[in-house]
């Protein structure tokens, strides 16, 4: 079936660690994005991308890094950089210029 | 910030009763949307009305969209428990999409 896939669901990490998560789409849609949830709160857009090799920061963009290599994924580093890095991450993609994202389920990251 | 903003903030209604949430933005828009996300759960798109529409239906859904007020009413018919969730609602301006902080819907069965 089609759709975006996010792993790992769950993850901790201790302080000073960087990590990676994981998105795939098979869609075939251009753009990715990277948001971020805090309990309680809407989504903060972190990184998206409209094509391959190329990326913007969004709001939220510091101690976070991203890659575009290929059109199906588009992976977040969280790295040691980011000062309150628990939350949940949330994926998404879209056709460029057409109207809905499609999320992934989400990783959930807790520092310890 | 440009998140928008929902209202309530929480919502708790019976069975069967229509339930309305608003929204507010700030800036100039293409289209606004209206998502769903169940408890851990990943966003679902329910309805996007283009910024030169003021109505809009899908199912028990209906929309409202008034850019002169920058905001915009969501309106869930004949509710039921599974429509349990928060809705968000999200702008999109050039490439961008910035969502509201949300509202939790509880329907009681």
């Known amino acids: 079936d089609g759709g975006i896939t996010q792993s790992p669901k769950y993850l901790f990490r201790k302080e000073g660690q960087n990590v990676t998560l994981s998105c795939e789409q098979n869609?075939?849609?251009?753009?990715m994005y990277w948001y971020r949830q805090d309990p309680g709160q809407g989504l903060r857009l972190i990184y998206y991308?409209?094509?391959?090799?190329?990326?913007q920061k969004g709001d939220i963009a510091e101690g976070y890094s991203v890659s575009r290599e290929k059109k199906e994924s588009f992976p977040l580093t969280v790295t040691s950089a980011q000062k309150n890095p628990t939350a949940f991450y949330l994926c998404?993609?879209?056709?460029?210029?057409?109207?809905?994202?499609?999320f992934g389920e989400g990783s959930r990251l807790t520092v310890l | 910030s440009q998140q928008g903003e929902e209202d309530p903030q929480a919502l708790s209604i019976q069975e069967g009763e229509n339930a309305t949430m608003n929204c507010s933005y700030k800036?100039?828009?293409?289209?606004l949307q209206w998502y769903r996300q169940n408890s851990g759960r990943g966003l679902v798109h329910l309805i996007l009305?283009?910024?030169?529409?003021r109505e809009k239906h899908s199912g028990r859904l209906r929309v409202t969209l008034d850019t002169s007020k920058k905001s915009s009413s969501l309106l869930i018919t004949a509710s039921r428990a599974a429509d349990t969730a928060s809705y968000f609602c999200?702008?999109?301006?050039?490439?961008?999409?910035?969502f509201g902080t949300g509202t939790s819907l509880t329907v009681i069965p």
């Open positions: 998404a993609s879209r056709f460029v210029n057409t109207g809905e994202l499609f």
């Open positions: 869609l075939n849609h251009d753009a």
């Open positions: 991308s409209q094509i391959v090799n190329d990326f």
């Open positions: 800036t100039s828009i293409n289209n």
């Open positions: 009305i283009r910024s030169n529409e």
């Open positions: 999200a702008t999109e301006t050039g490439n961008q999409f910035y």
